[in-house]
């Protein structure tokens, strides 16, 4: 007779059941009901790409699109087992035993691990029910919600540069009051419509679509008020707005009503730590909600934040992890992608947070912290609504047997090609045309190298054709890592190498804006991001001397398009 049970074990009474001896009705039901983890656990065994220590970040998804792989860890019963997802049975299409690490209190446990495919016959749309039936007993996991696909972009790349191609100026910035240690400009991001937000440590602006009038959206001093919860922001470490453009999350550093300021143990050169909060911002109704709070050691928002205590659970419900979020970045789907100090000495992963508050580690160089794939936290670029992009090194290591740069799914969280061999740069061929120019009479292919040093989402912008358009040199170079070929995005070939110190050789690529061919893009090398045209948003950020010959900080942004 099939029973219908609607709790799903967790992995501590999962764990928990090893440990108890006694046999009665009640265990001998535990003991033959199926069961799944639906928070995170580490699981050895899978093989992934962590090594030697093959440990694996597991997280229960809910948010897929058909093609998409669903992965289950728990006493699942596999010979047994009967899934349904929107009433339709799933196909398992790997299935292994594997081992769910414990804690000092509770031994490791050995459980099963299985992927099943997405199909469009499940259904589509939000709560789609989920069921496990083995052994006579149903148990129903948390819904699914099953995304409509959207048509591929076109892989391009290999291509000619576009002469059509323009630069225009968008707005100049310069913030009254700031001092010399001061700067108008810390990051930003753009929205799907072309709408420009960046942020100080001060305030955080964004613009109109047309890239005009920054205006003020959240500043320091700002007060929160609830039943339950108050605090000021003091300064701001990192913030995005949404892709939407509806919301936007911040990073502060606050003072609140909660436990701040003790000393960090008896270290004589520790300093006294803080609070950081990530907050949410609905930008129509400016109602703030206060997503996760964490203490950091260090020195504030003026200087290096880092987690506090190391070693804090980095991987659970939003609300019980620690994030210091140096950097923040966000997909089309809400999901957050967080530069996470969780140790002093640049100790950093990549934490990912989903749309319900669920945070993983998706990548990590570290193996107190494992990562779904070993990537440093300035290394990877993706485009929002792809989900494709890079994820690599991003400096030199002692042990390169973990540099493993690969051209990454963020939608599935596995990589699609890695660049076995390749730890600090990739070797494309460059088809060079520059007859056209005269400096080779006929065209000729030569190698150009990617290299990956440094922040890539700062560099680099990744266009929804699934080019990565590198501003290196006077002329931005196009890459298409999957068929490792390149051409000149913009600019003109004949100056291809010259960097930003070097004389042009063509005497008429030396402007700032107009068609992009006669631009020298050495002075434009910061990106911002790019549009859903596929526009690229670069900015200069810099200083300049002015009466009475005090330092002050500047911004300009610019905008490289079709015409």
């Given at each position: 007779?099939?029973?219908?049970?609607?709790?799903?074990?967790?992995?501590t009474?999962?764990?928990?059941l090893?440990?108890?001896?006694?046999?009665?009705?009640?265990?001998?039901?535990?003991?033959?009901?199926?069961s799944?983890?639906?928070?995170?656990?580490?699981?050895?065994?899978?093989?992934?790409?962590?090594?030697?220590?093959?440990?694996?970040?597991?997280?229960?998804k809910?948010?897929?699109?058909?093609?998409?792989?669903?992965?289950l860890?728990?006493?699942l019963?596999?010979?047994?087992l009967?899934?349904?997802?929107?009433?339709?049975?799933?196909?398992?299409?790997?299935?292994?035993?594997?081992?769910i690490?414990?804690?000092p209190?509770?031994?490791?446990?050995?459980?099963?691990f299985?992927?099943?495919?997405?199909?469009?016959?499940?259904?589509?749309?939000r709560?789609i029910?989920v069921e496990?039936?083995?052994?006579?007993?149903?148990?129903t996991?948390?819904?699914?919600?099953?995304?409509?696909?959207?048509?591929?972009?076109?892989?391009?790349?290999?291509?000619k540069?576009?002469?059509?191609?323009?630069?225009?100026?968008?707005?100049?910035?310069?913030?009254?009051?700031f001092?010399?240690?001061?700067?108008?400009?810390?990051?930003?991001?753009?929205?799907?419509?072309?709408?420009i937000?960046?942020?100080?440590?001060k305030v955080?602006?964004l613009?109109?679509?047309?890239?005009?009038?920054?205006?003020?959206?959240?500043?320091?001093?700002?007060?929160?008020?609830?039943?339950?919860?108050?605090?000021?922001?003091i300064?701001?470490?990192?913030?995005?707005?949404?892709w939407?453009?509806?919301?936007?999350?911040?990073s502060?550093?606050?003072?609140?009503?909660?436990?701040?300021?003790?000393?960090?143990?008896?270290d004589?050169?520790?300093?006294?730590f803080?609070?950081?909060?990530?907050?949410?911002?609905?930008?129509?109704?400016?109602?703030?909600?206060?997503l996760?709070?964490s203490?950091?050691?260090?020195?504030?928002?003026?200087r290096?934040?880092y987690?506090?205590?190391p070693?804090?659970?980095?991987?659970?419900?939003?609300?019980?992890?620690?994030?210091?979020?140096?950097?923040?970045?966000?997909?089309?789907?809400?999901?957050?992608?967080?530069t996470?100090?969780?140790?002093?000495?640049?100790?950093?992963?990549?934490?990912?947070?989903?749309?319900?508050?669920q945070?993983?580690?998706?990548f990590?160089?570290?193996?107190?912290?494992?990562?779904?794939?070993?990537?440093?936290?300035?290394?990877?670029v993706?485009?929002?609504?792809?989900?494709?992009?890079?994820?690599?090194?991003?400096?030199?290591?002692t042990?390169?047997?973990?540099l493993r740069?690969?051209?990454?799914?963020?939608?599935?969280?596995?990589?699609?090609?890695?660049?076995?061999?390749?730890h600090?740069?990739?070797?494309?061929?460059?088809?060079?045309?520059?007859?056209?120019?005269?400096?080779?009479?006929t065209?000729?292919?030569?190698?150009?190298?990617m290299?990956?040093?440094?922040?890539?989402n700062?560099?680099?912008a990744?266009?929804?054709?699934?080019?990565?358009?590198?501003?290196?040199?006077?002329?931005?170079?196009?890459?298409?890592?999957?068929?490792?070929?390149?051409?000149?995005?913009?600019?003109?070939?004949?100056?291809?190498?010259?960097?930003?110190?070097?004389?042009?050789s063509?005497?008429?690529?030396?402007?700032?804006?107009?068609?992009?061919?006669?631009?020298?893009?050495?002075?434009?090398?910061?990106?911002?991001?790019?549009?859903?045209?596929?526009a690229?948003y670069?900015?200069?950020e810099?200083?300049?001397?002015?009466?009475p010959?005090?330092?002050?900080?500047?911004?300009?942004?610019?905008?490289l398009?079709?015409?």
């Amino acid at each position: 007779m099939k029973t219908s049970i609607r709790t799903v074990i967790s992995i501590t009474c999962l764990l928990w059941l090893t440990q108890c001896k006694k046999v009665d009705k009640n265990e001998r039901l535990l003991n033959s009901q199926p069961s799944i983890i639906t928070s995170h656990a580490t699981l050895i065994g899978t093989k992934q790409y962590l090594s030697p220590d093959d440990q694996y970040s597991y997280q229960y998804k809910t948010s897929f699109k058909p093609g998409d792989t669903m992965e289950l860890a728990g006493r699942l019963f596999p010979q047994q087992l009967e899934i349904k997802i929107g009433g339709v049975n799933a196909k398992v299409v790997m299935q292994q035993k594997i081992t769910i690490l414990g804690t000092p209190e509770i031994p490791a446990v050995e459980a099963d691990f299985l992927k099943l495919v997405i199909t469009k016959a499940m259904g589509t749309g939000r709560s789609i029910p989920v069921e496990l039936t083995a052994n006579g007993e149903t148990i129903t996991a948390p819904p699914i919600n099953i995304l409509e696909p959207s048509a591929p972009p076109p892989y391009l790349g290999g291509g000619k540069t576009d002469t059509t191609l323009v630069v225009a100026s968008l707005f100049s910035f310069k913030q009254d009051g700031f001092g010399p240690a001061d700067r108008d400009f810390v990051g930003g991001n753009v929205t799907a419509a072309g709408n420009i937000f960046f942020f100080n440590k001060k305030v955080a602006y964004l613009t109109s679509i047309t890239g005009k009038a920054p205006a003020k959206v959240l500043e320091a001093g700002l007060q929160y008020s609830s039943s339950t919860d108050q605090f000021q922001i003091i300064g701001i470490l990192s913030a995005t707005c949404s892709w939407d453009g509806a919301d936007l999350f911040i990073s502060a550093e606050v003072t609140d009503n909660g436990p701040n300021n003790p000393l960090l143990g008896t270290d004589p050169n520790a300093k006294p730590f803080g609070v950081l909060r990530l907050l949410k911002m609905n930008l129509g109704t400016k109602k703030i909600t206060p997503l996760n709070r964490s203490l950091f050691g260090g020195r504030g928002t003026n200087r290096v934040m880092y987690g506090w205590p190391p070693q804090k659970s980095v991987a659970g419900n939003i609300d019980t992890v620690s994030i210091i979020a140096q950097e923040i970045r966000v997909d089309a789907y809400g999901n957050l992608y967080v530069t996470n100090q969780v140790e002093r000495r640049s100790v950093t992963i990549v934490s990912k947070i989903s749309p319900d508050g669920q945070v993983k580690t998706l990548f990590s160089l570290n193996r107190n912290y494992p990562g779904l794939y070993p990537a440093a936290a300035s290394g990877y670029v993706f485009h929002p609504s792809t989900l494709q992009g890079f994820a690599g090194p991003a400096d030199y290591a002692t042990n390169t047997t973990l540099l493993r740069p690969a051209w990454y799914s963020f939608r599935t969280e596995e990589p699609l090609l890695i660049f076995e061999g390749d730890h600090m740069a990739i070797s494309c061929n460059y088809s060079d045309t520059s007859r056209l120019t005269g400096k080779y009479p006929t065209q000729r292919t030569v190698s150009e190298t990617m290299s990956f040093i440094g922040s890539l989402n700062t560099s680099s912008a990744l266009l929804s054709t699934g080019e990565i358009v590198s501003f290196s040199y006077a002329s931005p170079m196009s890459y298409n890592m999957e068929k490792k070929v390149a051409y000149i995005y913009a600019g003109q070939e004949i100056n291809e190498l010259i960097g930003s110190n070097a004389p042009l050789s063509g005497k008429s690529q030396v402007n700032t804006t107009g068609l992009a061919k006669y631009v020298n893009f050495s002075s434009l090398r910061g990106v911002l991001g790019v549009d859903n045209k596929d526009a690229i948003y670069l900015f200069t950020e810099g200083r300049k001397t002015a009466p009475p010959d005090s330092p002050e900080s500047y911004l300009q942004v610019y905008k490289l398009r079709k015409p």
